[in-house]
């Protein structure tokens, strides 16, 4: 069985180097098929993932919200009642709450901030240990708030990175340095990693500064929080977080929990589900028109396969007399079919992963701020092997169809 199917190679080989133009323009058609399916999906899958890391550079399933105007009239309150929201509003709906993971207060001011000879106006926000998780603040050097520092109302300030360059000189080591934040010194504990954010409420991360909440209170006299940041454990259970937040607060500050207007609420939740299903169908578009090129290219290796089944009857009515059963004479033809595709498959998928390595590498760093790295994973990989499967199979299948049902009589009339 071996010594048969090795003949049927040579004599691919040997119909393939009698149509040689024809042969090659195929193969390129499968190749540039391939490579369309191939760099499409990978370039459509390095943007989705920039994207994805760009918003949550501002937060991860995070919902962001604040005290606003009623507009509904509620237990004997007339509506345009403005809603406050103090600290201790945390403590009640994390009691309340069993979805919630995480809350944090946030009050932020903008203060002078002075090192050495240099001063720069500065966002300052106050929160809670944790925040740096749910916001996506890695320290790159030192660490960010713990508790004790909310505890003992510690003077310590952690420092996005471009602002440690604009204060401290680029680079430099600033944890352990003193600086001073209106007047009052404070130790700088950890500088903030690098990151993608394409969205802000306050300011770029990178160039703000957090202090504990608790001696943020204690500075400047706080009194009412500008807004709660918070994440429910699980995202699916984050529609029902925010209903309960507009109950519980409700309940406590007497507002009508149907008023959605009481309080002001962004959920960043509901941009991760429109980026998906946008890049979802981003990608099948991408797929669609790939997989049209390579279509294109099946219609050569069946154009081709058509002239080999021709020059070749008077051999195959001498097959079939033989005792060649049709079977055999199909598997024989769809083998030849399947040989062209993976030779013109291989050689797009060498080129196509000699393009995504250029564009990964750091020469093209610059490009990669704006559309990200492409990359071939397994599902590319899977959808390109899918689509080729597929376009070789329709394009040999009628040549081979055709081959097999030859009668010995049919094939030596021509």
Not at 362 to 371: D, F, N, R, T
Not at 381 to 400: D, H, I, K, Y
Request: a positive charge.
């Amino acid at each position: 069985m071996i010594l048969y199917y090795l003949k049927l190679v040579g004599q691919f080989w040997q119909d393939m180097k009698r149509q040689k133009l024809r042969t090659f323009l195929t193969v390129f058609g499968i190749t540039w098929g391939t490579v369309a399916v191939v760099l499409l999906l990978s370039f459509g899958v390095g943007l989705q993932e920039h994207a994805m890391k760009s918003m949550h550079g501002l937060g991860t399933n995070i919902v962001i919200f604040g005290g606003r105007n009623t507009t509904k009239s509620y237990a004997g309150f007339n509506k345009g009642r403005w809603v406050g929201l103090r600290e201790e509003t945390a403590e009640l709906l994390r009691r309340n709450i069993p979805e919630m993971e995480f809350i944090s207060p946030e009050v932020n001011r903008e203060v002078k901030m002075i090192y050495a000879k240099e001063t720069r106006m500065v966002n300052c926000t106050g929160v809670y240990p944790g925040y740096e998780i749910v916001r996506n603040l890695e320290p790159d050097n030192g660490r960010f708030i713990d508790e004790l520092d909310l505890q003992q109302k510690r003077r310590v300030v952690f420092l996005g990175n471009t602002l440690r360059d604009n204060l401290l000189g680029a680079g430099s080591e600033a944890v352990g340095k003193i600086v001073t934040l209106n007047g009052a010194p404070f130790l700088v504990v950890g500088v903030m990693k690098d990151k993608t954010q394409n969205s802000a409420y306050m300011g770029r991360d990178r160039e703000a500064a957090f202090i504990p909440y608790s001696t943020c209170r204690e500075l400047f006299g706080v009194r009412w929080v500008n807004r709660f940041i918070c994440r429910a454990a699980d995202p699916v259970n984050t529609p029902g977080m925010i209903d309960r937040i507009y109950q519980v607060l409700g309940r406590k500050l007497k507002f009508d929990p149907t008023d959605k207007d009481a309080l002001w609420m962004w959920d960043t939740t509901e941009g991760e589900r429109f980026m998906y299903y946008f890049f979802l169908g981003f990608q099948i578009f991408l797929a669609l028109g790939g997989a049209l090129t390579l279509l294109v290219g099946g219609i050569g290796v069946a154009n081709i396969m058509y002239v080999v089944v021709r020059e070749r009857r008077r051999e195959l009515g001498i097959k079939a007399a033989l005792g060649a059963t049709p079977t055999m004479i199909l598997v024989q033809f769809l083998m030849e079919t399947f040989f062209i595709i993976a030779l013109g498959g291989a050689t797009g998928f060498l080129f196509s992963y000699g393009v995504v390595e250029l564009f990964s590498s750091p020469l093209l760093v610059g490009v990669q701020k704006y559309i990200g790295s492409p990359v071939i994973n397994p599902l590319v990989a899977g959808s390109a092997l899918g689509v080729l499967g597929l376009v070789g199979l329709a394009a040999g299948w009628a040549p081979a169809k055709r081959a097999a049902d030859l009668s010995p009589v049919q094939a030596m009339e021509f």
